[in-house]
């Protein structure tokens, strides 16, 4: 082969060079494209599984949406959020606190890739809640509180979250009071307290000490809910509850006016209920 024609064959060879590179990646973007497509296709597959509640093929078919494409986040979601709807609360099986524990791993996992995802935080502090109930479990009621706390720092506007922790808050003040008084009756067996009675002075001072905190705490959250949704039934309700457990901590003059307000608002919270009930009726839902 002559100098010209090496020349000429390395000219050629020089100028297919990006034309090869250009069908690779053609082919490679084709591929992830599609790729993509498949992950798209069984999320949304999962999400009729999902809202039809077949929930184990939804969760096969946000598995299969997530390991196609690791960076489509609402496969993430949805998958943490099927295996929630799968626990359920209080059944002890080994195979259902392993879907509780599945589902707390899968929204961590959404975390780590978002960590301000508000769906991400809320299904946490719901799982959480729901799995702390039976058995007792204190930690997990503070963990799922702090879920919401860390969403009303990101969005302050939002109720939820208020009223989730004033949930949090009366459900562990109110185990602490019927413990108070079923080992006072265990005590006094010719002198019961009754679920209306006031606790004794010196179970009220305990009472008091322990979680009056708590309880403050629980009605600035409900208050702060309902500041931003006035028609906030559900936290109106615990807004009364929390306020009988304030009751019991306080004197005879105190807890009157305060189950007087507890009551008050109970009615109020009936009253939105209603309203609410009436108005679904009347368009025909």
């Known amino acids: 082969m002559n100098e010209n024609a090496a020349n000429f064959r390395d000219r050629v060879s020089v100028k297919r060079w990006p034309a090869a590179l250009l069908l690779l990646l053609a082919v490679t973007f084709g591929l992830s494209g599609c790729t993509k497509l498949r992950a798209r296709d069984q999320l949304n597959k999962g999400v009729a599984n999902f809202r039809e509640g ?5 969760v096969e078919n946000f598995k299969e949406s997530k390991a196609l494409d690791p960076d489509l986040l609402n496969a993430r979601v949805y998958l943490a959020t099927a295996y929630s709807a799968m626990y359920i609360p209080g059944a002890p099986s080994d195979e259902n606190v392993r879907v509780g524990e599945q589902a707390v791993a899968e929204f961590q996992d959404v975390l780590t890739h978002d960590a301000g995802n508000l769906s991400a935080l809320d299904g946490l502090g719901s799982i959480l809640y729901n ?9 997990k009621y503070e963990e799922s509180k702090n879920y919401h706390l860390k969403h009303i720092s990101l969005s302050p506007t939002d109720a939820e979250p208020y009223y989730w922790v004033g949930v949090i808050n009366w459900t562990l003040a109110y185990r602490a009071n019927n413990e108070l008084r079923q080992a006072y009756n265990v005590e006094n067996p010719r002198r019961q307290l009754k679920d209306p009675d006031p606790l004794p002075e010196s179970l009220r001072a305990q009472f008091a000490q322990q979680h009056a905190a708590l309880v403050d705490e629980g009605l600035q959250m409900i208050e702060k809910a309902v500041q931003v949704r006035p028609d906030y039934a559900d936290a109106i309700a615990y807004q009364s509850l929390l306020l009988r457990q304030k009751a019991d901590q306080s004197d005879a003059t105190t807890r009157a006016a305060l189950e007087k307000q507890a009551d008050d608002l109970l009615d109020q919270s009936r009253a939105i209920k209603q309203k609410e009930a009436a108005e679904k009726a009347a368009k025909g839902g």
């Open 131 to 139: 799995m702390a109930g039976t058995p007792f479990q204190p930690e």
């Open 54 to 58: 077949h929930y184990d093929a939804a």
